[in-house]
């Protein structure tokens, strides 16, 4: 089954205003990244966060992680135009060499 | 100078043909994968290499058989393309962690992707 589950599906904001998209999982995880994708491009990695880490920043991008609650958001602050990407978490069980992703959040920034 | 490289970026065919698609790394990785996404952004590994050796086989048709032949390059060789195989297919490399209780999650690289239509 899958292992990350983004909420909510999608999400329509102004520019300027927060985004926050929210991940649930299901298993133990050592981490858990997001990454983001343009319409028609690859995915490209945004954070990382760690499973003894709460709280991670980058720029205007921050992370929380909750592994009690199996959770991690994804908050973008002053959001542009150019934010209008899917965004996608992805965990890691363990090794480094599988990721499980989640279904994503479709974050669309209206200028 | 792009770190991972696909070929075709678009790909039509019908169902029935044999098709390949070729993925470069630059990055001197050592871990090689592919993935499949669907119409609804859902993304799922297929396959993943290490040093041009098979580390992840997840529950895929044999039809798909990929091949390594050093560790810059994995492509993935398609048999008998079905009507369910039309998707984007995604190229992605990281470097492997070597020490595994270091708890060192990889970013992964990718590709811009394949996207296959099979009519």
Not at chain 1, 83 to 110: H, I, K, W
Not at chain 2, 18 to 42: A, P, R, V
Not at chain 2, 88 to 99: K, W
Request: hydrophobic share 30%; net charge positive; proline share 3%.
């Amino acid at each position: 089954s899958q292992q990350g589950e983004e909420d909510p599906q999608a999400l329509s904001i102004q520019e300027g205003e927060n985004a926050t998209m929210n991940c649930s999982y299901k298993t133990s995880i050592n981490n858990l990244q997001w990454y983001r994708q343009n319409s028609g491009r690859g995915l490209v990695h945004l954070i990382l966060i760690r499973s003894n880490e709460r709280e991670k920043h980058s720029g205007r991008l921050r992370v929380t992680l909750d592994t009690s609650k199996k959770s991690s958001s994804l908050l973008i602050t002053a959001s542009r135009a150019a934010d209008t990407a899917s965004y996608f978490c992805a965990t890691d069980g363990g090794g480094g060499s599988r990721l499980t992703f989640g279904e994503g959040t479709q974050l669309t920034v209206n200028p | 100078d792009t770190a991972v490289s696909q070929t075709p970026k678009y790909l039509v065919t019908q169902m029935g043909n044999d098709k390949s698609i070729k993925c470069e790394q630059n990055l001197g990785h050592d871990t090689m994968y592919w993935y499949k996404q669907d119409s609804k952004k859902f993304l799922k590994i297929m396959f993943s290499y290490n040093n041009k050796e098979l580390i992840i086989n997840e529950t895929v048709p044999n039809r798909f058989s990929p091949k390594s032949p050093d560790k810059a390059h994995l492509n993935l060789h398609i048999n008998s393309l079905e009507l369910g195989d039309s998707a984007v297919y995604f190229c992605a490399s990281s470097q492997r962690s070597l020490v595994a209780s270091a708890r060192r999650a990889q970013t992964q690289y990718f590709g811009p992707g394949t996207r296959l239509l099979v009519l």
